[in-house]
């Protein structure tokens, strides 16, 4: 068993490189080599949510995917709960959500969210409670046997969410899932978010473009220097435990957006941090 104490995350002078040219989300070097990110080290605790942001190219989705064993550092380590990446992928410690629901048409939201589980061989009773425990996590028991088309766009990222703790992971891996909803459904499906990660304990690795969105969402919010990535700041976020939506129009959800601003484009954010740990 993992010690409870053991990082959810732990990445070490990680460095990605491609080879090839005219990439938009690289760096390029003299022998056509890009590197994607450079000598970035981080850590995420368990129940942790963690935001990373910057410039389109900065390397946000890369860092996502070696973390989620989708691809390899060309330099230094990447551990999920003090194993190698690749033994988390395998031992299921994760789940993943991207910005397309991926749900297959053909299968009715309670197979799509019972997929993981039956390609893992649980037993159909057990399959069958999970669902339906999911179902009312999400807020979708009455949709069970609806198919994806019969969905909002809201609708169906709910059910990927809970496609994506089906094998109750500790740790959620989430690459802009909401960039494609309306401003409206996205920031109920924020405060959705928030209320599952809550009640499941679960760390997450967040990424978006989205300032607002990482504030309301984080305790820490990482910010990324364009390319090559690095990690140019980190902001804590010190809003507690009670993310309602009156936070949004708090004067430390302010201060919040305005250091996350600030570190993006440079300038100094310690005062608008300390505005924010202080109230």
Not at 22 to 41: E, H, I, N, P
Not at 102 to 110: K, Q, T, Y
Request: aromatic content about 6%; hydrophobic content about 40%; charged content about 25%.
């Amino acid at each position: 068993m993992t010690d409870s104490s053991q990082h959810a995350v732990e990445i070490v002078g990680v460095t990605k490189t491609f080879a090839g040219t005219g990439s938009k989300r690289a760096k390029s070097q003299g022998d056509g080599t890009v590197v994607a990110l450079d000598d970035v080290s981080l850590t995420v605790s368990p129940g942790e949510f963690v935001s990373l942001i910057g410039p389109s190219g900065c390397g946000k989705s890369t860092l996502l995917r070696l973390i989620g064993d989708l691809d390899e550092p060309t330099a230094g380590t990447v551990s999920v709960f003090g194993k190698t990446a690749r033994q988390a992928r395998i031992d299921q410690d994760y789940g993943i959500a991207f910005q397309s629901a991926g749900l297959l048409p053909w299968r009715s939201v309670a197979a799509n969210i019972e997929l993981p589980l039956a390609l893992h061989r649980f037993g159909a009773r057990e399959r069958r409670d999970r669902v339906a425990e999911l179902l009312s996590l999400v807020g979708l028991s009455d949709f069970g046997d609806k198919y994806p088309e019969q969905l909002s766009g809201g609708m169906q990222q709910r059910v990927a969410i809970a496609r994506s703790l089906a094998e109750k992971p500790r740790l959620l891996l989430m690459d802009e899932p909401f960039g494609a909803l309306d401003e409206m459904t996205r920031e109920r499906m924020q405060s959705e978010l928030v209320r599952i990660c809550a009640e499941t304990g679960a760390a997450v690795v967040f990424v978006t473009h989205s300032i607002p969105e990482a504030v309301f969402l984080s305790d820490r919010v990482v910010v990324m220097s364009p390319r090559p990535g690095r990690i140019r700041e980190i902001v804590p976020v010190a809003l507690g435990d009670d993310r309602g939506e009156l936070l949004r129009e708090d004067s430390r959800f302010f201060a919040g957006v305005t250091a996350v601003r600030e570190a993006l484009h440079g300038a100094p954010a310690a005062s608008a941090v300390r505005g924010v740990e202080s109230r």
